[in-house]
């Protein structure tokens, strides 16, 4: 609507000048065919002028001090009067009123089930072959693995596997080792990854079988596996048997289990003597990947089958009683994160004889006493697989284990020649085992206890008689740790594993969709673990990286306290540290860490054995290390000072928060310094101190970086506030206006014709402007000056006698790179003149001149020292100085109005 007016304004006035063209007959002569073109010309110029003219943007008016609280309505500000937006935003969040956080992602679907279950697993595998449809032999390669796995790969020159009644079946007749055999497709190395298999063992047992993970697709196992053979249960790597003191049933129906470290594996048994899943070897022996789940023989063997083959898609660890790597020099706890990163309790360790201490990553007896030190800890578990890397210098250097007091325990160290395990009954030493064992630094000595069976093991091997030793006296004692009658020996990475009562996780829970039960929306997941052992229920997600992210989720059982006996929260590294926090009505909310993965792995909850729960709202999500939020560019709306920036931040540990300013004279920014090039400013500071910023600049936009170094917190942006004013002079102060009414009874004359303002040249921070006066009578000239072309902000008025040449007088302490407007009119006394033409001219940025002209032709800028005046004064004139700036209003008194067309004035 204003554009059109102006238009309309603008097409009137070429009109009333081709009319008055058309009346001069008195001044000059003009033809009849002049006239008639001159009619032509203005008329034509008054339809095309406003199609050429430049939009007008509305400017907001600013007021001090401008703030912004709010950015919940996004980015696409236009117009500083809409205080919720802004011009752009990076990784950031700005939805919550008052607020700017950086942003966080659920990456969670279906997190409150208000529908179904849908992309949550409670026993999703990545192989599940239960063997349901019957082939014959030479039929069953190629076969789909059911209900899922892929083709299965099979090599049986003989034909003699079969899949019947449900089972795998092997008959005799095989060729060679791998033949008959089976695989599945290959799976990434990953530690927890777990194969879990129903073997029935061979009868007679004199021919090999073996299960777990292969290396490829034919031959041995060559990663990790269970092998059966002669009525023991070995640990089989890299194609190598490994002896490991159990023993198996010929023909009897084991349950069997291997989970994969980073490097090497887990074994583990139940079924017959192994009433409950125990752990029979660990190994740090290979780390090969991928790996190939197999079934197959090393000789050809008697009949035996195999059932229920799966690789559970979640991932699985076993939890240590004890893990020490001695890593914190002088620590008197065992440490709280197990050799593959599980989560363990940390107990204290005890000086029962002479005195320890830990340094350099290793444990070390500072002082004997009575020639030997023994440093203990109490898992409260007699039955043990124990271990730690022993370092020899001299003497004797192993392990301690069920210790009852000084007089009474069992220690199992090298000497140098041999390995041997001692028992001490009321001070007095027995031998129980004594075999040779090579001496290598860093190996690793282990025991096994089950009962008042020992096993002893160095370097991997078998220590002595295959049955073990018979101690009867210590089955009982629960305390373990290290032993050595030498303060030169060293001992590292000390691990104590329960040998029963792991929870494995080869059986199911249940999850169900449940109305009644629920924390928040339609409904909750209710899930019931097996008796049997703990159950997982995930949801499997590649989140891309490896960051820490927020895990979380509210629970409920019965009303009473929900603890981590009910459930944990659980990652892909297994079981997730969670703090419960209750919220009421019997519902707890379970939070803690989770570390991303860059590969598909499981995340949600570990439900104990045997307990129902109910679980509502998941939550996994975490914040990018840094973000951004671009204010839109503001106007101040003219000349001032820009004043103290004052910002609210919240920056909680491990987070940052800064604010940079930039400003230019021009509206888009377009010449102003990048953010980066900006100095931080702080809250409370005056923003014209910074590199990027000057009172001069009449356009400002501020950029908002908040970081976050854990991923886990951020920080919070939640006010701006910046105070500025109108004025930077030296006069900042301005006086009263000039009254713009006559007073009166006011006789005085002034000339009718008004004054010409044709040229103005200017520099930095001043113009010269060169006119000729109006008509006399007069005695003084007001100039008004403004950088906006129709708010008149500042004045001035000098004496002047009536002169019949050009004028000029200069006006100081401008602004820099800012467009002004200017016009002038004579005074008498009381009485004013009308107002000149009104001119507008830029100051420039350094020392250069500019000169306008009446005609809007610009002369481009130049160095003073070379420009020649373009029209001097016809007298002298005595440029006064510059003592006031007075806002100036047009006045209200009536004055011949003339309009001027480029040169002429009619």
Partial sequence: MFLKKRESKISGLIKDIARAVMSWKKSIYLSAKTRRFCLTFFSCLSLLLPQILMPVTLVYAASSPWTQSDWSGGSGQTNWSDTTKYSSSSNVKTSVANQVTLSSTEKFSNTGFESDLTGWDSGAYVVNDQFTTDRSGGAVNGSAAEPTGGNRVVVDTNNVLSITGGVLSFATGGLAAGDPGLWYSAITRDQGLTIIGSVTTPNPATNPMVFGFDSNQAGNIGSNGIQFTGGNIQAYEGASAKAIASSYTAGTTYQTAITLRSTGAYYFIKGGAYTNWTLIWSSALQSNTPVYPAVNVRVNPNIFSVDNMRVPFAFWLPTPLAFDSFASAGASSSETTGPDSQTTSSLSWTDQIGTWSASGGTAAATALTGGIAARTLNPSTANVLIDTAVTRSLGNAGLVFRYQDSSNYLIAYHDGTNVKVDKVVAGVTTNVISGTGTYSAGATLRIITDGTLINLFYNGSRIGASTGATVTDFSTATIHGLYTTNTGNTFDNFTVWPRSGISVPDTDLTATRDTNTKQSGLASAKLVAPSGNDANFTQSLNLGDTNSYNLSTYAYTDGSAVTSSDLSLYSATGVVATTFTSVGSGWYLLSGTATGAITSKPYGVQVKAGKTVYIDNFSLTNYPSSGTLTSSIFDRGGLGRWGTLTFSATTPSNTGLSLKIRGSNNTDLSDAPDFSACSTISSGSDISDNSCMSDDYRYLQYQITETSATNLVTPTFTNFSLAFDFIDSP???????????????????????????????????????????????????????????????????????????????????????????????????????????TMSARTSSMDVRGVYFRNNLIQPQIPARLLTPFLPPINPVVTPVLTQNQPITTPSIKTKTKTCFLWWCF
Avoid: H, M
Wanted: charged share 15%.
């Fill in 731 to 837: 006069n900042p102060v301005l006086p009263p206006a000039i009254s713009t009414t006559e007073a009166p009874g006011c006789s005085a004359a002034v000339g009718l014709r008004s004054p010409d303002l044709f040229e103005i040249r200017t520099q930095k921070n001043s113009a010269t402007l060169y006119f000729a006066p109006g008509s006399a009578p007069y005695s003084s000239i007001y100039i008004a000056y403004s950088n906006l072309p129709d708010v008149w902000k500042y004045g001035v008025e000098y004496p002047q006698d009536f002169s019949s040449g050009v004028l000029n007088y200069t006006i100081n302490f401008l602004q820099p790179r800012i467009k002004y407007y200017f016009k002038i009119r004579s005074g008498n006394g009381c009485a004013v003149g009308g107002w000149s033409n």
